[in-house]
């Protein structure tokens, strides 16, 4: 059994930065991890994913050179370090985790609850 809990979604300006923070309570060394996002009348994206080794398997390219997905298994977090936010970059973002070997997908078993992003001046 794994519960996530998403942090540090809020405000900003463009241009701004933001880390969202993922705390796994259970054996998130052993699981996958996922950040996805999704904004009001739209279909839940996929924005990075990560291994429990720390291997970037996937990034959209929509964030590819902005966003830095990275974890400590050791403290069982995950980040996902936002850079030079656009407007577009307004949504929800999600951690997702699977057992280890898998792939992220929006069918990953465990999911926090979301923590919103808002880029606006």
């Known amino acids: 059994q794994l519960t996530l809990v998403e942090s540090g979604g809020d405000l900003v300006q463009p241009g701004g930065s933001l880390r969202l923070d993922c705390a796994a309570f259970?054996?998130?060394?052993?699981?996958?991890i996922g950040w996805f996002r999704q904004a009001p009348g739209k279909d839940r994206e996929i924005v990075s994913c990560i291994t429990a080794r720390g291997r970037i398997t996937h990034q959209a390219e929509s964030a590819k050179g902005r966003f830095t997905t990275y974890r400590d298994n050791d403290k069982k977090m995950a980040y996902l370090q936002m850079n030079n936010l656009k407007p577009d970059d307004t949504d929800v973002y999600y951690c997702?985790?699977?057992?280890?070997?898998?792939?992220?997908?929006?069918?990953?078993?465990?999911w926090g609850k979301g923590t919103a992003v808002t880029v606006s001046s």
């Open positions: 997702a985790a699977d057992s280890q070997g898998t792939e992220c997908s929006g069918t990953m078993p465990y």
């Open positions: 259970g054996p998130m060394k052993y699981v996958t």
